[in-house]
């Protein structure tokens, strides 16, 4: 959808007679079409005809409202935390060390978590989604009022991205929220945080190892990961009852089901532990996290103290689950990687 400045100003003032009913867009879009020509010089007839490409397709919308992240995590957890995802996570873990090194140093981000990242999202680039992105956003930004005015910016962003990109806006696939390449970035994602980390002049999320790694790290650092910071401690001796005033909760929910950005840790662990809450690792005293309860089984729960490493996490994805999830696959691949390791020094 690319096209010059100049080519523009030759053509401006036939662009913007364009007639709605010509155009085949409803007023609704329409008027997003000129709002967004007006915001960022885009090329009118370009974006109509872009546009007039897109379907609405109700099972993004089903997608989106029956998401994983609804379920209890004794739920949740198996989908993610299983032997043949953090099987997977060893190798591409060994075949990308020098990668994964790299980003370390120059970001400051693990390489457990970079990798879980990409386990949990797209199990390690291999599930990247087949929805058009185009329908992804458009479905979203006019057919589900609830988060409309997100998914709208975000049909901009990708407007601007596919305009300084070279893939095609009207066959690139994602997630059905419109979530792109390994690393599942949405197109302001993918503007903001995605860069070229093999040096060659292009970022590619889909196939490109060094560009993949090397923008998640980024995402991570941007977003204040505190590299050596535990992300999240096991607590002990918490009583629902006594503790619950503790709870990151919401309304009826034990557990908060979305981190908004203002939602910080919100208690010094000395007040935790003051309470008679124990850890099963020293923190600083003066370090601030959440208490979550997760449900290890219907009805039954474990309690976690949340870091600030934990709300980075939440910046990727909202959800608590989702932050757990990658948290303890985290863990899981590197103790397999440090099992296999061993093994295979002592085989020798």
């Keep these: ?14 662009l913007l007679q364009i007639p709605a009913v010509l155009a085949g867009l409803t007023p609704e879009a329409m008027a997003f079409v000129d709002e967004v020509v007006a915001e960022h010089a885009l090329f009118k007839e370009e974006v109509v005809r872009l546009l007039e490409q897109a379907q609405h397709k109700q099972d993004i919308i089903d997608k989106i409202t029956g998401r994983a992240e609804k379920k209890g ?3 949740y957890r198996p989908i993610f935390l299983n032997d043949s995802r953090i099987g997977k996570g060893v190798e ?17 981000v693990p390489p457990a978590i970079i990798v ?19 329908d992804a956003l458009y479905t979203l930004a006019f057919g589900y009022p609830q988060r409309a005015p997100f998914f709208r910016e975000e049909l901009k962003q990708f ?36 860069v070229d980390g093999d040096g060659d002049g292009h970022i590619d999320l889909w196939k490109n ?64 532990t003051g309470a008679g809450i124990r850890l099963k690792s020293p923190a600083g005293s003066a370090s601030m996290a959440y208490l979550m309860p997760f449900e290890a089984a ?18 990727y994805n909202r959800s608590p689950l989702y932050a757990m999830a990658v948290y303890q696959l985290s863990r899981e691949i590197e103790a397999r990687l440090q099992a296999r390791e061993e093994g295979s020094v002592a085989t020798h």
Excluded at 1 to 14: A, E, F, I, P, T
Excluded at 173 to 188: E, P
């Design 209 to 272: 190892k060094g560009d993949i790694i090397a923008s998640v790290a980024n995402y991570f650092a941007v977003h204040g990961w505190r590299t050596g910071e535990p992300v999240a401690i096991e607590t002990l001796q918490v009583d629902k009852n006594k503790h619950g005033r503790f709870f990151f909760s919401d309304r009826d929910r034990l557990l908060k089901e979305v981190f908004e950005p203002e939602d910080l840790p919100n208690h010094a662990i000395a007040d935790l």
């Design 92 to 108: 591409f873990w060994r075949s990308n060390s020098a990668l994964l090194h790299e980003a370390e140093e120059t970001y400051g």
């Design 73 to 75: 995590w004794y739920q």
């Design 116 to 134: 879980a990242i990409l386990g949990v999202e797209t199990y390690y680039g291999e599930r990247a989604g087949n929805t058009r992105v185009l």
């Design 159 to 194: 407007l601007l991205l596919t305009n300084e990109s070279a893939f095609d806006p009207a066959t690139v696939a994602g997630s059905y929220a419109g979530a792109m390449g390994a690393s599942q970035f949405i197109s302001s994602s993918y503007r903001n945080y995605a």
């Design 1 to 14: 959808m690319g096209c010059s400045y100049s080519r523009l100003l030759l053509v401006g003032v036939l």
């Design 298 to 315: 219907q009805g039954t729960f474990e309690y976690w103290a949340g870091m600030h490493n934990f709300y980075v996490i939440t910046r």
